[in-house]
């Protein structure tokens, strides 16, 4: 396909490609320093004391779980309009996903009302994920659980969109603001080691548990063993291999360097297509943009999702942008509606009402002042048309 502009673009450049062929050159490629630099410089970005660098988010997420006491039979609560990640990582470990309504149309993130109304005696955690890049409401789940005398229950962010992210009151940032958080470096992300990911925790305890998780629950590593620091090693967790290796944390920590421009790059290309729609106000009546109305702090602008106007069928629009070379794609048909969770019933009003309008536009770094001009142009002449 020839397109004019692609959903994302991946920024990559010759320091990542030195930082990578020095890994192959030094002899020793998987986790050993290079993984701890990158845990050390992630955990000092997001402001936390630890994080543990993992093979991919949905496996952090799983690990997370686990760590937080998540086990067969227990509920977790957690939003429908995620990646199904979220809840695919909860039914690996035998726990029933409890799906909670997004808070409005403009706040795409999980109601925290919602979230702590699904809270039954059977919840061991609740999940918020910060959609699209925005904070959900931390805060306000944290106070919810504390006034209901839950404070058992774990709160764990999903922070596949969010490195580098802002809490709502800017006092933090998102994977400092739960128990534990789990991010994603996977290639269409703000920060990619192309598969990769990083739990995030302040907590001590639940940092050895981590890393007990993500390597079989040996109590030491390869890398010790051959710095001479161990001979041997006991299993005290029954646990799966989610490490990392050293050329995904050697590009991880360039890229990382990258982050805080890329991210604010995003916010401009956010700011011209606010303008670009806004100038075009009159043909594009009835298109809704999330995350405009409210305060949702400094996000890290993963993606920009706009909702179709009521009533317009998704398909034909995404088509004729297609044809005008032009690559959307939908944020996330909710978890609820996919077969495989038929069995876990969910009333969730607001994200039925908002799933069949949700589009995403091209949206990263590199992405011009012209593009979002033939993105905005295209979904003009789409809507023009129906
Ligand atoms: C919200 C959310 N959670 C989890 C994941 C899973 O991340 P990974 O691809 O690193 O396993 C993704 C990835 O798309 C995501 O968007």
Known sequence: MNWKVTLTDVTLGEEEALAAADVVRSGWLTQGERVAAFEAD??????????????????????????????AGDEVVMPALTFVATANAARRLGATPVFADITTDDDLCVDPSDVLAKVTAKTRAVVLVHYAGFAADVAAVRAGLAAMGRADVAIVEDCAHAPGAGSRDGAARCGALGDVAAFSFFSNKNMTTGEGGMITTRSAELDRALRLLRAHGMTTTTWDRHRGHAFTYDVVRVATNARMDEIRAAIGRIQLGRLADANRRRGVVRGWYLDAIARRAEELEGLGIPFSAGHYGEGSQHLFVVLLPAGVDRAPVMASMRAAGVQTSVHYPPTHQFSAYADVPASLPRTDAVAARLLTLPLGPAITAAQVAIVIDALATALAAR
């Open 42 to 71: 992630f955990a000092a970005m997001v402001g936390v004391p630890h994080a543990v660098a993992v093979n991919n988010c949905t496996v952090g997420l799983e690990v997370a779980y686990d760590a937080v006491g998540v086990v």
